[in-house]
């Protein structure tokens, strides 16, 4: 069975501090892919990253920073210098690979972002 | 490009009666999914086409739900009779490969009164 835990409910920022959204997955394949998404509240989920369970390697786009961490099981999501159009609510999302592994995503529970002016 | 596109946004109805969604994938995406958000829970899956063949419908939760998706284009989830449980938001997303990053559209919001 798959699991993806994001604690954190809800995140309140003032703008221009970094913030860090956690996610801790559980999985029993050896392949599997990570993904973050954003919600913003028009509602749609907005694709922000897939990372390959073999490629450790941190990403940076912008203003936006990811750290995969294996050892952890720990894939967690961090914005630097927020901004108030950065407020939605992410979501951490898990696809395993393995041979007969359901090709489904499964999500984490959520976090709420507010940024503050 | 024109991303996923669903419709209805939002749809109210009363509890017995029938609400058909419909999705329209990016053009090319062969995958399309149906997920739902019910109210305060996690965003479950509830089933996966590849074109117009069902690969996956594992999630979807009784026999009262139908998807199709005839020529392997757009897709309809059919809710016959709708329960008061059904209420959430229904996401549908599409991906060219299977293990590519989805793409989903802006949801639906159904509310059964």
């Known amino acids: 069975a798959q699991k993806v835990t994001q604690a954190q409910t809800e995140i309140s920022v003032v703008e221009k501090e970094d913030v860090t959204l956690d996610c801790v997955y559980e999985?029993?394949?050896?392949?599997?892919?990570l993904f973050w998404y954003k919600q913003p509240p028009s509602g749609e989920l907005v694709f922000l990253i897939r990372?390959?369970?073999?490629?450790?390697q941190n990403e940076i786009s912008g203003r936006y920073s990811w750290n995969f961490q294996k050892s952890t099981s720990s894939f967690n999501f961090t914005i630097t210098a927020s901004q108030v159009v950065d407020s939605a609510v992410y979501f951490c999302?898990?696809?395993?690979?393995?041979?007969?592994?359901?090709?489904?995503?499964?999500f984490g529970s959520g976090t709420q972002l507010t940024v503050l002016p | 490009e024109a991303g996923v596109t669903q419709f209805p946004s939002h749809s109210v109805i009363e509890k017995g009666q029938t609400v058909t969604l419909r999705c329209d994938p990016i053009?090319?995406?062969?995958?399309l999914y149906w997920y739902r958000r019910v109210m305060g829970k996690e965003i479950k899956f509830l089933l996966h086409f590849v074109k117009e063949s069902k690969q996956d419908e594992s999630g979807m939760p009784n026999n009262r739900f139908l998807a199709e998706r005839t020529g392997g284009t757009y897709s309809t989830l059919k809710v016959q009779p709708a329960e008061l449980e059904d209420s959430g938001v229904y996401f549908c997303?599409?991906?060219?490969?299977?293990?590519?990053?989805?793409?989903f559209g802006q949801g639906t919001r159904l509310t059964v009164v």
């Open positions: 990372r390959n369970s073999f490629d450790e």
């Open positions: 999985t029993r394949d050896t392949t599997y892919y």
């Open positions: 053009s090319g995406h062969d995958n």
């Open positions: 997303a599409s991906s060219q490969g299977p293990w590519d990053g989805a793409f």
């Open positions: 999302a898990l696809r395993g690979r393995s041979s007969g592994s359901a090709r489904q995503l499964t």
